[in-house]
């Protein structure tokens, strides 16, 4: 099946005036046709050519060698692309909510150190390449990668992609990267990138979300408890420790303290509204998870 360019959701002239009608055309009509084109020339009447795109990339190691470069530099332009115009919106911008928003802070502390290391990152890249908010089913984090390199081919689940290829700014920004870098932040569907992140596939978590814990003598379900209800806890295990058989409680009541921490700094309203990884972190250090072992 041969790859197509598909179509923008928006018109070309809806993200002026932070990239400009004349970039938008240019960049998909131009570019992007150039890289579908050259990956189905690449593919036709070879084993691969019905392969999936995303496929092609995470298996680059098991392609001949006359074709692997040409799928990793066109194959991954079509991917990159891809994703890169469905990562933006008139009137985007601002930040995610849910647990997208949860999983940025948690790795990144909050939103501006977020949106600060995109524009180190976008520094960094010497020449042409990408910047990506990528997943890697555990966590959040940022990578860069060079010419049409995809984060695929490494594993990773692409959130966003920023291109820094100078066919992506120059006719509007000339050599000023970080002011394209500004604008593109302005444009960003936080929607659109929070559903990618919804989608991956976690570790189920709804047993542990279902198991009650008591909080102040009242059993209550862990995935309603609250930074209140955490806090409240850890105040009152923090009173217990070093008595008798209650000589370990310490540990309990800081991991508490540092369930509170992470509900205040993720603006989370519940522990249900945490990333699976985190979930289960905490289950485990509150011994919400049975340990095998006694407390004592």
Do not use: C
């Not at 194959?75 to 928003?101: E, I, R």
């Not at 940025?104 to 042409?128: E, L, P, Q």
């Not at 340990?291 to 004592?296: A, E, K, L, T, W």
Request: without cysteine; aromatic residues 10%; charged residues 25%.
């Amino acid at each position: 099946m041969a790859f197509s360019v598909p179509d923008l959701p928006y018109a070309y002239d809806a993200l002026e005036p932070h990239i400009s009608e004349e970039t938008m055309r240019f960049h998909h009509d131009k570019h992007h046709q150039a890289y579908v084109d050259k990956a189905n020339a690449a593919l036709d009447g070879t084993p691969f050519e019905e392969a999936r795109a995303d496929d092609l990339l995470r298996s680059l190691d098991e392609l001949p060698d006359d074709l692997r470069d040409r799928v990793r530099d066109n194959v991954g332009g079509h991917v990159n692309h891809s994703l890169f115009w469905t990562s933006m919106k008139p009137d985007g911008g601002g930040q995610p909510g849910g647990k997208l928003l949860g999983a940025i802070k948690g790795a990144f502390g909050n939103f501006k150190v977020f949106k600060d290391t995109m524009r180190g990152a976008a520094a960094s890249v010497f020449g042409s390449g990408w910047v990506w908010l990528v997943d890697d089913g555990t966590r959040v984090f940022i990578v860069t990668t060079t010419n049409q390199d995809s984060p695929v081919s490494d594993g990773l689940t692409p959130l966003l992609g920023l291109d820094l290829w100078e066919h992506a700014y120059y006719l509007q920004y000339e050599n000023r990267r970080p002011e394209y870098v500004d604008a593109w932040l302005e444009v960003i569907d936080w929607e659109a990138v929070e559903a990618r992140y919804d989608a991956i596939t976690r570790q189920d978590v709804s047993d542990i979300l279902l198991r009650t814990v008591s909080i102040a003598g009242v059993e209550t379900v862990f995935g309603e408890i609250d930074k209140e209800s955490a806090k409240k806890q850890a105040a009152e295990l923090k009173a217990l420790q070093g008595w008798g058989p209650m000589a370990k409680v310490g540990s309990i009541a800081r991991a508490w303290g540092e369930l509170a921490n992470t509900l205040d700094k993720r603006d989370a309203a519940t522990v249900a509204e945490l990333d699976a990884t985190t979930i289960i972190t905490a289950a485990t250090d509150l011994w919400v998870i049975p340990p095998g072992r006694g407390m004592v």
